[in-house]
C-alpha cells in the first residue's frame, strides 16, 4: 500500500494549465521522482500535495485518509513536508533558530530538544555551523540545511525540490546521499529532479512530466534506458538554461 496517493489531479492558475490528470503514488520507504523539462508542472504537483495551491480536480490521500479538506499547516503536521525550490531557510537567523524553528509547534520542550540532537546526529555537517547564520552557508550546506530543517517535523513523506540545483558535483552526491539515508529510516520521498541521469542512480521508480502531462513512468533503471525520457524533454520546447540558485 502506498503512503502517499494522488490521482486524476488537475491544477489550473486561471487559464494558464499547471498539470492535468496527474496519477502518483509513493510507497513507504521509496524514492521517488518526479522529472520534466521547466514548466512541465513539477513544483505545481508538489505544491497541490503541500495544499499550497487548490487543485481543479482529483484525489489525495496520505495513508488512505483523504486530504483534500485539510489545510497546508494540518497536512505538515500529518506527516506532509515540502524541501521548496530555491531552499527557503531563513537567511538572517542561525542555524540553530532556523532547526528550532521548524520544530515549534510539535512536542513539548524536551522533545523539541532531543529533536535537534536526532536532527544534528544525521545531518552532522551542521554541526560546526549552529551559530553561524544561515545565508552564510555555501549554497549546499544551505540545501542540506533545508533538508534537516524539513525533517525537523518527522513527516511521513518528504517532498524535495530540484535539491541539486547550482550546486557543484561533489555536493550534490552528498545530498542525494541524505536523502537515500532518509528513505532507509522509513520516510518517503518525493525528489523533483531535472537532471534525470542523477535522479535515476537514487531512486527506485520514476515519473515523468510533459507541459503538465504524465508521459511516462516506471522503474528508473529501465526508464534510465528509455529514449522517451529525452523526447520528453526536447519535445517540452527549448533546452532549460541554466538558472543562478
Ligand atoms: N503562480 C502561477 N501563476 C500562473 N502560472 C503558473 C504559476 N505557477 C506555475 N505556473 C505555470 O504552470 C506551469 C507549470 O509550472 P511549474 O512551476 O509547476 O513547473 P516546473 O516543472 O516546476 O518548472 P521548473 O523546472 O522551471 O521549476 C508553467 O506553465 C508555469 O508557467
Ligand atoms: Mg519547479
Not at 132 to 141: D, Y
Amino acid at each position: 500500500m502506498n503512503v502517499l496517493d494522488v490521482s486524476g489531479m488537475t491544477v489550473y492558475y486561471g487559464p494558464v494549465r499547471g498539470v492535468e490528470d496527474v496519477t502518483l503514488g509513493v510507497g513507504q520507504g521509496e524514492v521517488v521522482a518526479l522529472l520534466g523539462a521547466n514548466g512541465a508542472g513539477k513544483s505545481t504537483v508538489l505544491k497541490a500535495i503541500s495544499g499550497l495551491v487548490k487543485p481543479r480536480a482529483g484525489q489525495l490521500e496520505l495513508d488512505g485518509r483523504d486530504l483534500r479538506a485539510v489545510k497546508a499547516a494540518a497536512r505538515v503536521r500529518l506527516g506532509l513536508v515540502q524541501v521548496p525550490e530555491g531552499r527557503r531557510i531563513f537567511p538572517a537567523l542561525t542555524v540553530r533558530e532556523n532547526l528550532e524553528l521548524a520544530g515549534l509547534g510539535t512536542g513539548g520542550r524536551a522533545q523539541r530538544r532531543e529533536r535537534l540532537a536526532t536532527t544534528l546526529d544525521r545531518f552532522p555537517l551542521l554541526r560546526p555551523h549552529l551559530a553561524k547564520l544561515a545565508g552564510m552557508l555555501s549554497g549546499g550546506e544551505q540545501q542540506v540545511l533545508a533538508i534537516a530543517r524539513g525533517m525537523m517535523a518527522e513527516p511521513k513523506v518528504l517532498m524535495v525540490d530540484e535539491p541539486s540545483l547550482g550546486l557543484a558535483p561533489q555536493m550534490i552526491e552528498a545530498v542525494y546521499d541524505l536523502l537515500v539515508g532518509i528513505a532507509a529510516t522509513g520516510t518517503s520521498v518525493l525528489l523533483v529532479e531535472q537532471n534525470v541521469t542523477l535522479a535515476f542512480e537514487i531512486t527506485q521508480r520514476a515519473y515523468v512530466l510533459q507541459q503538465g502531462r504524465l508521459v511516462l513512468s516506471g522503474p528508473s533503471r529501465e526508464l534510465a534506458d528509455d529514449p522517451r525520457v529525452v523526447d520528453a524533454y526536447l519535445g517540452a520546447g527549448p533546452a532549460p538554461a541554466p538558472r543562478p540558485s
